[in-house]
């Protein structure tokens, strides 16, 4: 089934996709098919059921013995494609993941046939079918979708049985690409791939991840491909996106008429093409959208005041609903509806503040997007590829960069300032971290463009944080702390807060003080620049800790990183397969300045830290003057992919870090 452009808002929508499942689950909690015992499991099944179990993890709740697919294309352009799944479940855990088929449809891709069977370790086979199905809505964040999904329960999906099924599609598809993907995070036995052309047509495959096997031809255009004993890919911390290091193979048709060789994106300017003329009625302004634009920009004195502040309303006054039907997953609303409404998801908010820059004379651009680092191949030109749609504002000649950092420097269109309308909070001159060190298809009327989207420097992401503070003689510590965010620590921050009521914001600062501290009480709080999305983010909060420093004798011992926490863990007793992804570049300042008890002074200070890598580098040291303990550190990350090479250094710099966050110093009463 061919991709749409669903958007992605921010790191928070992979919750909402969470939720959807779990409403799948409550679903299935109360439906039932009924099972009827059957001695006719196709011989398919039971031949994969025969097949060697491959080698797999401790953990693994499940194997797949055979997963094939066969697509075959007509002439006429619409493809009809079977699958077959079969698993060996080895864990009562799988049932939930593995005992369901979920076979999704629309208005272009009809549902032909649906079975499942389950062969019991003992007893007769059980089987299911089409009609004993339930359908249901996918997409709880659209306000109108025809992207449905029939679910069918597969019985008897327990340790020891072998479950499978059978579904077949049909599918007019906007564009003639495709995508096999074969790894998973459960070991597959077996996994095959046939495709039938059409006499005269051609395809073109890219393999990633993967080292690339031939096809074998089976004569009249058919081709296939068959791979065995596939590797599980192990879940481990901060790893690059799941499409990003499984093999696959992307594959594309080229017709041999004229007429449907335009749905063929043989290269990115084919594909911007493509998606220029889908888009190129929708931005024109309407006379209520004018005078809206005269309306927001009538105080404004520069050209940049006028783009902010129609970035504004867009932020503030254009909601994000999905309209998700037909052709509408890749073509947005006209402006004026979006205006009209005052809802769109991201195709549709890129589309009405674009029209709106018409209007003030700044030219712009729809970005296709990716949302997950590593998807796009810039060497296979693929819709496949993106998820989402922003916006690269062309910047006029009087409109001074300083303080833009999306910024892409293009031979052809000039200065461009990429923004995503789509993000409440991220202001002008940023871009979400998941956007941030990607690729972006550039879309003219002159066709596509590949982009390479920046990566923002470390100073545009920040974090400080200063504490003043007072130790009692009894261990207790108190003070007053103040956080200071810009770039993407403000996003998150500002994002958490203004979705909780004004009345529970207190509890967001106690949550995160929790993670440091115990035993503590939160006594004030104040919050600055909440609603204003351009300015830094300021946070003032005052707490007492009790028993803070432990008392031996006549010492306190005090841990001077009173907050934060810096680095990451890396699981050192384990080997590690894929690469470290971290979000984005940063600097994150810590300055605490702790006054000591009277008649106490230092006895035994930390050493100072100072450490580097190819990716961040890290820097503390204590001082004792005047009865004050005054901690200092820095930590700067300046790159976001970690490779499997450079773990050991990860490992080292990490541990170097935690080392100096459990660092102890050692106050002694002194006799004076």
């Given amino acids: 089934m061919t991709r749409k452009l669903f958007c992605t808002t921010h790191r928070l929508a992979r919750i909402a996709s969470l939720l959807i499942l779990a409403a799948a689950a409550i679903f299935f909690f109360s439906y039932r098919p009924t099972r009827v015992a059957a001695d006719t499991a196709p011989e398919w099944l039971h031949a994969a059921a025969r097949e060697t179990m491959p080698d797999a993890p401790k953990d693994a709740v499940a194997i797949v013995l055979l997963d094939e697919r066969v697509t075959t294309v007509k002439d006429n352009g619409e493809i009809e494609t079977l699958y077959r799944r079969a698993y060996k479940i080895l864990r009562p855990e799988a049932h939930e993941k593995y005992g369901k088929l979920v076979v999704p449809f629309d208005k272009e891709t009809r549902i032909s046939s649906m079975k499942a069977w389950a062969i019991p370790a003992d007893g007769k086979d059980y089987e299911v079918k089409q009609k004993d199905s339930a359908e249901l809505g996918l997409y709880g964040d659209a306000l109108y979708s025809d992207l449905r999904a029939k679910f069918l329960e597969i ?70 491909w068959e791979l065995e004993n596939i590797p599980a890919i192990e879940t481990e911390p901060e790893m690059p996106p799941w499409q990003a290091i499984a093999g696959r193979m992307g594959i594309k048709y080229f017709p041999r008429d004229p007429a449907l060789r335009a749905k063929s994106s043989g290269s990115w300017n084919d594909l911007g093409l493509w998606y220029e003329g889908l888009t190129a009625s929708s931005r024109t302004p309407t006379p209520e959208i004018r005078q809206k634009v005269t309306e927001l920009t009538a105080n404004s004195k520069t050209t940049l005041d006028k783009i902010k502040a129609l970035v504004a309303f867009m932020q503030r006054d254009i909601r994000y609903v999905a309209i998700e039907i037909g052709i509408g997953g890749y073509q947005p609303h006209p402006a004026s509806d979006v205006f009209r409404y005052r809802y769109g998801d991201c195709k549709d908010k890129a589309t009405l503040l674009s029209s709106m820059l018409q209007v003030i ?24 590829a993106f998820n989402h749609v922003i916006l690269a504002i062309r910047l ?80 207790a510590l108190t003070g007053n702390i103040q956080e200071i965010r810009w770039g993407d620590p403000a996003t998150m921050e500002r994002s958490l807060l203004l979705r909780t009521a004004p009345a529970d914001r207190g509890k967001v600062i106690e949550d995160s003080l929790g993670y440091h501290l115990s035993n503590f009480r939160l006594t004030g709080a104040t919050i600055g620049n909440l609603d204003a999305f351009d300015q830094t983010l300021t946070l003032n909060y005052k707490f007492i800790a009790d028993d803070y420093a432990k008392s ?109 966050e459990r660092a102890t110093a050692v106050l002694r009463r002194s006799s004076q």
């Fill in 155 to 224: 019985p008897a999906a327990n340790p020891g049985n072998v479950i499978g099924y059978e579904y077949s599609q049909k599918e007019r598809p906007f564009l003639f690409a495709d995508e096999w993907s074969f790894q998973e995070t459960i070991p597959v036995r077996r996994s095959r791939f046939t495709l039938q052309l059409p006499p005269g047509w051609e395809m073109t495959t890219q393999w990633d991840n993967y080292p690339e096997m031939k096809e074998t031809s089976a004569g009249n255009n058919a081709y296939s």
């Fill in 396 to 475: 006029p000649d009087d409109v001074a960069t300083n303080g833009l950092w999306a910024i892409v420097k293009d031979p052809k269109y000039g200065t461009l300032l990429i923004f995503d309308p789509t993000d409440p909070y991220t202001p002008l001159g940023y871009i979400p971290y998941f956007e941030q060190h990607n690729y972006g298809l550039l879309v003219t009327p002159n066709g596509g463009e590949l982009l390479s989207l920046p990566l923002l420097p470390p100073p545009t992401n920040r974090l400080m944080r200063m504490g003043q503070l007072t130790l009692s003689s009894t261990g």
């Fill in 552 to 660: 031996a004798g006549n010492l306190l011992l005090l841990r001077p990183r009173v907050l934060g926490v810096k680095g990451g863990i890396v699981d050192s007793d384990k080997p590690r397969k894929y690469p470290i992804d971290l979000p984005e570049a940063k600097v994150e300042t810590d300055d605490f300045q702790i006054t000591l008890p009277p008649g106490y002074v230092a006895d035994d200070l930390p050493d100072p830290v100072d450490v580097k890598s190819d990716f961040a580098s890290y820097k503390s040291k204590i001082e004792v003057s005047g009865g004050v303990l005054h901690y200092q550190r820095t930590y700067q990350v300046t790159d976001t992919l970690v490779p499997t090479e450079k773990l050991p250094t990860l490992r080292k710099f990490y541990g170097q870090i935690a080392g100096d």
């Fill in 361 to 384: 004379g700044v030219e712009s651009y729809y970005v296709v997007a990716q949302t997950e680092r590593g998807v796009v191949r810039p060497n296979f030109p693929s819709p496949d």
